[in-house]
């Protein structure tokens, strides 16, 4: 009688959210290092939003050449502005992003599925309640506005006007802590603290 192999366990699977210049992603490529596969959603958007990418047609159609740049891709700085001037060309855009950012999310996880723990890497999951039923865990990286401001002007070159525009369109900080099942603070901290942080919990997601 030939046996099968025990079927290996179903990953953890976490939700990692912040606002812009929280250090989130800096957080996902410190999981990685321990061994958890990352699905980051918003490299995904790139993909889908980068010259030939699966969205480009759609978005042309629906926002004219005018949102497509001289290379094909889009004119993130331009789609952006339309977005904050109305917020139905942002409900637009959502709905034309959303579900081909969650059908490629998909795929990217089940290639990760003999991971032990796979890491969504979602900037707005707070706002898209859908995420709660996907994950197991949410892990929220804080850290005050502004702190988040001044790292998003140093690292993009934004006017405090803008970054605060953009941090006024996402969840409130207190709405995130709120959703969080595990925190990290990311404020005043070195990076040897913060990865001291992520090891401590990732210890804590071995012994669940």
């Known amino acids: 009688m030939v046996r099968s192999a025990p079927r290996p366990p179903d990953p953890l699977r976490i939700g990692l ?22 699905v980051d959603t918003d490299a995904i958007s790139r993909r889908l939003t980068a010259s030939g990418g699966q969205a480009i047609a759609a978005l042309r159609e629906a926002f004219g050449d005018t949102v497509i740049d001289s290379v094909g891709a889009l004119n993130r700085s331009h789609m952006r502005q339309l977005a904050f001037d ?12 959303h579900p081909l950012i969650s059908a490629n999310t998909d795929r990217e996880a089940a290639l990760l599925a003999r991971s032990a723990v796979i890491v969504f890497d979602v900037p707005l999951l707070v706002e898209s309640p859908s995420w709660r039923q ?15 401001t001044l790292r998003v002007m140093q690292r993009s070159g934004w006017s405090e006007a ?3 525009a953009v941090i006024a369109t996402q969840a409130a900080r207190e709405q995130r802590r709120a959703a969080a099942d595990d925190l990290i603070v990311n404020d005043g ?6 990865a001291r942080r992520v090891a401590a919990l990732w210890a804590s997601w071995q012994a669940l």
């Open 17 to 38: 959210t912040g606002g812009i210049g929280s250090g989130k992603s800096t957080v996902a490529a410190l999981l990685a290092t321990h061994g958890a596969g990352v």
């Open 86 to 97: 109305d917020p139905t060309v942002r409900h637009r855009l959502e709905s034309i992003l």
């Open 134 to 148: 996907r994950v197991h865990r949410v892990l929220v990286v804080d850290c005050s506005v502004a702190t988040q």
């Open 162 to 164: 803008s970054v605060r």
């Open 189 to 194: 901290i070195s990076m040897a603290e913060l």
